[in-house]
């Protein structure tokens, strides 16, 4: 059976973040479940500048070689985690912008959460369902929480995150639930794409 390509999209990109924490502690945690292929999207990897393109991308792809290769490294993907932080009650703006660059990669795929930060980045994660709607992702209700308590303990190395017991505990039903929702869609993308071709 071919594996589920999820992409693992780390949504800041400043010097110092705390974002590569919780995605190395993720891909352990996605070991636990073969059938899945989790890969890292590091927005630093891709910089785009603010948007600044003639149509939205749902009309015509962007002129940004950077865009361009961002979006086509977002259609192999079947599924995603998004990993971010909670700038003033909302995702970071390097985040909105490279979500702005693509359309037609993210359709009818589904989108999981990880947020660290002041109430574990949950006033973010909740605009950032948001805009999957729009982007026509299925955002799921399972996510990882990580509260101030723990940023704050396993940024200064006093603690680590594989030593609290219910982020382990909501990592597992998120992916569980992520590697439910990536299988159907897929086989529901793949069986109209079968249809397509035969009319």
């Given at each position: 059976m071919q594996e589920l390509r999820i992409g693992i999209i780390i949504s800041t990109t400043r010097e110092g973040r705390f974002a590569d924490?919780?995605?190395?502690?993720?891909?352990?945690?996605?070991?636990?479940?073969?059938?899945?292929?989790?890969?890292?999207?590091?927005?630093?990897?891709?910089?785009?500048?603010?948007?600044?393109?003639?149509?939205?991308?749902?009309?015509?792809?962007?002129?940004?070689?950077?865009?361009?290769?961002?979006?086509?490294?977002v259609a192999e993907m079947d599924g995603f985690v998004f990993v971010t932080a909670e700038y003033n009650r909302s995702i970071p703006g390097v985040l909105k912008n490279a979500l702005d660059y693509a359309y037609h990669e993210f359709n009818r795929k589904p989108a999981a959460f990880l947020g660290y930060g002041g109430v574990g980045a949950a006033r973010a994660v909740e605009q950032?369902?948001?805009?999957?709607?729009?982007?026509?992702?299925?955002?799921?209700?399972?996510?990882?929480?990580?509260?101030?308590?723990?940023?704050?303990?396993?940024?200064?190395?006093?603690?680590?995150?594989?030593?609290?017991?219910?982020?382990?505990?909501?990592?597992?039903?998120?992916?569980?639930?992520?590697?439910?929702?990536?299988?159907?869609?897929?086989?529901?993308?793949?069986?109209e794409a079968g249809r397509h071709e035969q009319a």
């Open positions: 924490t919780p995605t190395r502690w993720l891909l352990q945690h996605f070991e636990m479940f073969p059938e899945t292929s989790a890969n890292v999207l590091d927005l630093r990897d891709f910089p785009m500048p603010f948007f600044e393109e003639q149509a939205s991308p749902a009309y015509a792809p962007p002129n940004c070689a950077d865009a361009r290769k961002w979006a086509a490294r950032l369902r948001l805009i999957c709607v729009e982007l026509q992702l299925t955002p799921l209700r399972n996510a990882v929480h990580i509260g101030m308590e723990q940023y704050l303990a396993v940024a200064s190395g006093n603690r680590g995150l594989e030593e609290f017991d219910f982020l382990a505990a909501s990592a597992t039903s998120m992916i569980q639930d992520l590697v439910w929702w990536t299988r159907a869609l897929r086989a529901a993308r793949q069986g």
